[in-house]
């Protein structure tokens, strides 16, 4: 689109393009905030669902997560190395019984401070008005639970 003095204009309206450029200036923001604690979105995510989700097994975590068993397997090895999680039945064959130490549980609460944090930054009362919008309307989105 050009305007009338020759210039290009804005490109047309896309929700997806919209919502993807947030989604990252919002990824961004929580992986800086997160960065002190030595964690990353990807990192919360595990332990949350970790958390969240007594027994899950690495498919489960996998499913969760968006991402491969094998990659679980890592991200789990690599969080049981920095004492934030522990497997109580880590035999090949055998389920697993992941679960965070209490190590894991103080730094889920502080990541969850450093989201807050952000979340009232990029969503909050002195953000952006259109952000604000955004953020109330996928509160409305999800409240209750009703499936539409």
């Known amino acids: 689109m050009t305007t009338e003095n020759g210039r290009t204009g804005p490109p047309a309206m896309s929700t997806s393009i919209v919502v993807l450029t947030l ?3 919002v990824e961004a923001e929580l992986n800086a905030a997160l960065a002190p604690l030595d964690l990353t979105v990807s990192r919360l995510g595990l332990l949350g669902h970790i ?14 997560s968006g991402i491969t068993v094998q990659t679980v397997h ?18 090949a064959g ?13 730094l889920l609460r502080a990541a969850e401070q450093a989201v807050s944090q952000v979340d ?10 259109v952000q604000r ?4 309307a996928v509160r409305a989105a999800f409240a209750g639970g009703a499936a539409s």
């Open 23 to 25: 989604a990252r200036r």
């Open 94 to 106: 055998s389920a697993s019984a992941i679960e965070l130490t209490p190590e894991g549980t103080r």
């Open 74 to 91: 890592s991200a789990v090895k690599a969080l049981a190395g920095a004492g934030l999680v522990r497997d109580h039945t880590a035999r």
């Open 133 to 136: 919008q955004v953020a109330d």
């Open 51 to 64: 958390a969240g989700v007594p027994g899950a097994s690495f498919s489960d975590l996998a499913r969760m």
């Open 120 to 129: 009232d930054r990029m969503f909050g009362p002195d953000a952006d008005p």
